[in-house]
């Protein structure tokens, strides 16, 4: 029996992982699940799954934790130490799906324990991947990636022939405004960019999708996981979203995971792993799918993957300010305080204005990031006003 922390226990990730482990509960036992606050739905996890701990990243929400787990067994604790103290709390496999840069030190935490722990937030990767790549081999932890793309590649990628890899094909749906030409996506309202036409996710993914922002942190993310040149990482449009990701080798062989569009095949792969477990998905219909179409994107129109490939090779800590200021700028678009495509401009704005040193610690990273967020956050008033 594996015991299991899960950062983030209430998100989406998180609740696809809850889900999974409920329908094997001789397989699995909860050490501990967090939350930021919402209280409801992390009490009811735990009561549901006997963990052992549920923390609230926020404080001032703990006296209602502990009032909702009053005549349990379950631990309850409250702040940002506490949600570290949950990721080191020695689970066999820890699931990181705390969204932003909250989510780095639990992250690091959790490596430190020298255990598995499934990567399915961005942020570890994309703006600290040196640091965080660095920390899990000093403690000899497993990184195992949860987000389709990578679990993909993971699947299809022997161990004792990377030198044999011609290429990495990242697929992408290519979100709700595929088609859309530059003037029709001026006008496109949140709702319509969280509207994916295959994946169910949270609001600030969805928007990602749309920009194929959210693409071009997975090459960014590819290329820290994977011993690959960036060069070597290509990204495809697939609008069906049933080949997840592709390898090829040297002598023409190309290897294709292929799965429904849920997050629940390649958490449940990452669970098991080096095993399998059953998941309550249906047998892929290749016949009800018909067709499988691929196209080359369009970075005419979808500009941040330009802006991805260019931070990921000047590396340093282009990365970390180009995370930083999309998620300023995703939440600005979400609150209607900018347009669709001002999402982009901001981060390029935000890249010319902003070129610090490059990282070398947790604490060099967050500097980094509050700053490009201040920077960005500066040119969306601009924007406004």
């Known amino acids: 029996m594996k015991s299991v922390a899960i950062l983030g226990a209430t998100g989406s990730v998180g609740t696809s992982t809850l889900d999974l482990i409920e329908r094997a509960p001789g397989?699995?036992?909860?050490?501990?699940?967090?939350?930021?606050?919402?209280?409801?739905?992390?009490?009811?996890?735990?009561?549901?799954?006997?963990?052992?701990?549920?923390?609230?990243?926020?404080?001032?929400?703990?006296?209602?934790?502990?009032?909702?787990?009053?005549?349990?067994?379950?631990?309850?604790?409250?702040?940002?130490?506490?949600?570290?103290?949950?990721?080191?709390?020695?689970?066999?496999?820890?699931?990181?799906?705390?969204?932003?840069?909250?989510?780095?030190?639990?992250?690091?935490?959790?490596?430190?324990?020298?255990?598995?722990?499934?990567?399915?937030?961005?942020?570890?990767?994309?703006?600290?991947?040196?640091?965080?790549?660095?920390?899990?081999?000093?403690?000899?932890?497993?990184l195992l990636p949860a987000d389709s793309e990578h679990n993909a590649i993971f699947q299809c990628l022997a161990p004792d022939q990377t030198d044999r890899v011609r290429?990495?094909?990242?697929?992408?749906?290519?979100?709700?405004?595929?088609?859309?030409?530059?003037?029709?996506?001026?006008?496109?309202?949140?709702?319509?960019?969280?509207?994916?036409?295959?994946?169910?996710?949270?609001?600030?993914?969805?928007?990602?999708?749309?920009?194929?922002?959210?693409?071009?942190?997975?090459?960014?993310?590819?290329?820290?996981?994977?011993?690959?040149?960036?060069?070597a990482i290509e990204i495809v449009v697939h609008p069906q979203s049933v080949i997840h990701s592709m390898v090829e080798y040297a002598d023409g062989s190309t290897l294709a995971q292929l799965g429904p569009p849920d997050m629940r095949v390649p958490i449940a792969h990452c669970l098991a792993w080096p095993d399998r477990m059953a998941t309550p998905m249906a047998p892929l219909d290749l016949v009800a799918v018909g067709r499988l179409d691929f196209e080359a994107p369009d970075e005419t129109r979808f500009p941040a993957l330009g802006l991805a490939r260019r931070a990921l090779e000047a590396g340093g800590a282009r990365p970390a300010i180009l995370n930083a200021a999309n998620e300023v700028a995703v939440a600005a678009f979400l609150d209607r305080r900018i347009g669709f495509l001002e999402i982009a401009a901001i981060v390029a704005d935000t890249l010319d204005r902003?070129?610090?040193?490059?990282?070398?610690?947790?604490?060099?990273?967050?500097?980094i990031d509050g700053e490009a967020r201040s920077v960005a956050g500066a040119r969306v008033e601009d924007c406004v006003n």
């Open 167 to 231: 290429r990495i094909v990242l697929t992408a749906s290519g979100g709700p405004f595929r088609d859309w030409s530059l003037d029709q996506m001026r006008g496109a309202t949140p709702e319509q960019a969280v509207a994916h036409p295959n994946w169910s996710m949270g609001a600030k993914i969805s928007v990602d999708s749309a920009t194929l922002m959210n693409k071009g942190l997975e090459l960014i993310e590819a290329a820290r996981l994977f011993p690959v040149a960036p060069s």
């Open 27 to 142: 397989d699995f036992r909860i050490k501990a699940l967090t939350a930021n606050c919402d209280v409801e739905g992390l009490a009811a996890a735990a009561i549901r799954t006997g963990a052992e701990l549920a923390v609230v990243a926020d404080e001032r929400c703990l006296p209602a934790l502990q009032n909702a787990l009053r005549g349990t067994d379950i631990g309850a604790a409250g702040g940002t130490r506490a949600v570290c103290d949950a990721a080191r709390s020695g689970a066999d496999v820890t699931m990181s799906a705390i969204v932003g840069c909250v989510g780095l030190a639990p992250t690091l935490a959790a490596i430190e324990g020298g255990k598995t722990v499934i990567i399915a937030n961005k942020e570890p990767l994309v703006s600290a991947g040196e640091v965080v790549l660095a920390a899990a081999a000093a403690h000899g932890a497993t």
């Open 354 to 367: 902003y070129d610090p040193a490059a990282p070398s610690t947790l604490d060099d990273v967050l500097a």
